[in-house]
């Protein structure tokens, strides 16, 4: 069974308690009438969906309830960090190389 | 003379034994409930006013006589108190902003007790039950085969799981089931 690391509850418990909910980092445009259809398309819609590391939101839905991020392999699936929602993106080197 | 009507609120299960001697499943008693969602600012004041501490660390609970506090998420706290005590209306003029729902009737809670009680919760839950990473006093919201629960440890050999009311009869089964399987 997986282990997620929920930051908020501190400890790392069962995937069966967390949902996905996408990719992490992106920001809704303050100015969003302002925003062109094509701007608009990128921000909604457009996913990097990349093959390795990737910035994720998580839900620890049927715990604590809190919104988290993380940072997973996607070719092994492995959680590579959690951290709390408003913590700064870690940078990619910090993974480069870890559990492939 | 119009006869007056009163309906008598019937909780599932209600007075239903079950499991086996090594974990016993008792439906434990009506008691009021509160869903308190709140931030640092508001917890003084409701802890007073519930004459119950709501408890800052994670995975935490308060207990009184008859009463818990339990932490379910940074900002969110099931408050129970198996007197039946009302307590919406001792939380007129706290000031700072909260949330309080009364959900006494929404839940059902199972007590299971005996040496075979982590076992049985185990073939379903996947809390990691060994004492010394769930403690007595520890309580966690999680999942029970596909049925939401809150999992507390009352004691070593005595767990409270606080279940929605229409899960009761399926959280049961499957407890039931587990305790009769449940063998040293
Ligand atoms: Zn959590």
Redesign the interface.
Known sequence: ?LLIHCP????A??E??FAGAGEAHIARPENITEVSDEDFAQYFFMRTNPKGIHYERWRHI?????FFNAVRDTVSDRFLKTYKTGEPKPDRAEFEGEGR | MVEELVATRTTPLSGTYGGSGLARLVIAGDATRLSVRAGEEALGALSGALDIELPRAPLSASVTDGGYAFWLGPDEWLVINEHGEEMIPRLQGIEAPFSAVDVSHRNVAVTVVGPGAAAAINAACPQDLRPDRFPVGKVVRTVLGKAEIVLFRKEENTFRIECWRSFAPYVFGLLDQAAKDTAY
């Open positions: 069974m908020y509850c501190g400890e418990r069962s069966l308690e049927h715990g604590c309830g809190r």
